[in-house]
């Protein structure tokens, strides 16, 4: 059974500052990998998708890498602004099905 | 280009009454996937539909819940019966087919309080 642990839960930094998200999961055998953002009563944007031939994705100031033989990806956020404080998500996919972690909840502070 | 749509958006039902959730894919996707997330835990999957069938209920609890998409209209999560334990947030999701490229698109979800 696939297990997605994600770490910190949560995370608060001032503005400017760096994020780094982290992911990881048991079953390596998975078709891809995906990001969303989740903000409050609200529901899932989708950041990036990271195939499992890929080892990473680049949108704008967001990068996530993906090392599938050690069962981690990580989401970096560069500059951080309030206008990312959300939960972050991860999701691994196999076939149909999206496993998700219990997300990390982010504060930027300005 | 409508995302996908799902309502209500809130729905609030006293322990024993029924509730019915809707979702309406995106135009064009004829596959609909539902997860629930409990408080303070992350979204389990629950069923995959395409039209007019179940493909997978795996997550589905075995009874009072039950999904149906239709050939016409939208997907209804139909739960029997509710208990305090219901209460959850109810996400649709869909795709336009079921290949490994495939990315779902998920709606807003609907926020269910059993009081």
């Known amino acids: 059974k696939q297990e997605v642990t994600q770490i910190p839960a949560a995370l608060s930094v001032p503005e400017g500052e760096n994020l780094v998200l982290n992911c990881s999961f048991t079953?390596?055998?998975?078709?891809?990998l995906q990001w969303f953002r989740q903000d409050p009563g609200k529901g899932l944007t989708s950041l990036l998708l990271?195939?499992?031939?890929?080892r990473e994705q680049t949108s704008g100031r967001l990068n996530a890498s993906l090392d599938k033989s050690s069962g981690r990806s990580t989401l970096y956020i560069a500059a951080s602004q309030p206008g990312d404080s959300a939960t972050y998500l991860c999701a691994v996919i196999v076939d149909y099905k999206l496993s998700f972690g219990a997300g990390t909840t982010v504060t930027v502070r300005a | 280009n409508a995302g996908v749509m799902q309502n209500p958006r809130h729905l609030v039902r006293r322990r024993g009454q029924e509730a019915r959730l809707r979702c309406s894919p995106m135009?064009?996707?004829?596959?609909v996937y539902w997860y629930r997330q409990l408080p303070e835990e992350g979204l389990k999957f629950m069923v995959y539909?395409?039209?007019?069938?179940?493909?997978?209920e795996s997550g589905m609890p075995k009874e009072r819940f039950s999904a149906e998409f239709p050939k016409e209209g939208p997907s209804i999560l139909r739960i029997q019966q509710v208990v305090r334990g219901d209460s959850a947030a109810y996400f649709c999701a869909s795709s336009r087919d079921r290949g490994r490229q495939e990315t779902q698109y998920f709606g807003p979800g609907t926020r269910l309080l059993v009081l």
């Open positions: 135009k064009g996707h004829s596959h």
């Open positions: 990271i195939q499992s031939s890929q």
């Open positions: 079953d390596s055998a998975i078709y891809n």
């Open positions: 539909l395409q039209k007019e069938n179940i493909i997978d």
